[in-house]
């Protein structure tokens, strides 16, 4: 039986920018087919010490300062609800078997998702091998969108992971209907 999903849309919201030294904190997904028709999601929080999180915030205070309530929603949910990330990772594997074909290699879709990628490659082996090496990056549309015809999608920016999935997936099919006329 061919399953119905053919995207995987992953966020990530992680401690800061750097696949080694900082840790994912919340993944959000989706999985849509081509219509990008939502079939199902999934949402989790992972446990990272409150040292790191903390060490690694200084970091990127800048951008923290920025978005201050996304920052301690974070952090508290990080210590409420944050389970681990091996548990995540095996959830997500489930989540992909239930929805996409076993046989073949799950397309990521995603703003930016090369950086979620380098996250996943670094934390999750087991499904970064379940990926294909081929990736739907909204980014590269926004990028000739922008800079050859002008045009700009005013996406919102939650900092949180579904919220930011919807957003890339309302982006993607705004760029889709202007190429359509």
């Known amino acids: 039986m061919t399953k119905k999903a053919k995207?995987?849309?992953?966020?990530l919201e992680m401690t800061g920018l750097d696949?080694?030294?900082?840790?994912i904190l919340e993944v959000g997904a989706i999985a849509t087919d081509w219509d990008f028709k939502e079939i199902a999601r999934y949402e989790a929080v992972i446990k990272v010490g409150p040292r790191l999180v903390e060490r690694r915030m200084k970091v990127g205070k800048e951008f923290w300062d920025a978005f201050p309530d996304v920052r301690d929603a974070l952090v508290a949910q990080n210590l409420e609800k944050g389970r681990s990330g091996r548990t995540i990772e095996n959830e997500i594997l489930s989540f992909i078997d239930e929805y996409f074909d076993a046989e073949k290699p799950v397309l990521l879709g995603g703003n930016s998702v090369h950086q979620d990628r380098k996250f996943i490659a670094n934390e999750w082996h087991r499904l970064d091998k379940r990926l294909h090496y081929r990736m739907l990056d909204v980014s590269a549309w926004k990028v000739v969108f922008e800079g050859k015809f002008g045009k700009k999608f005013a996406k919102p920016e939650a900092h949180r992971a579904l919220e930011?999935?919807?957003?890339?997936?309302?982006?993607?099919?705004?760029?889709?209907?202007k190429v359509s006329k």
């Open 7 to 11: 995207i995987l849309w992953i966020d």
């Open 19 to 23: 696949p080694v030294e900082d840790r």
């Open 164 to 177: 930011d999935i919807q957003g890339s997936i309302m982006e993607l099919q705004y760029y889709l209907k």
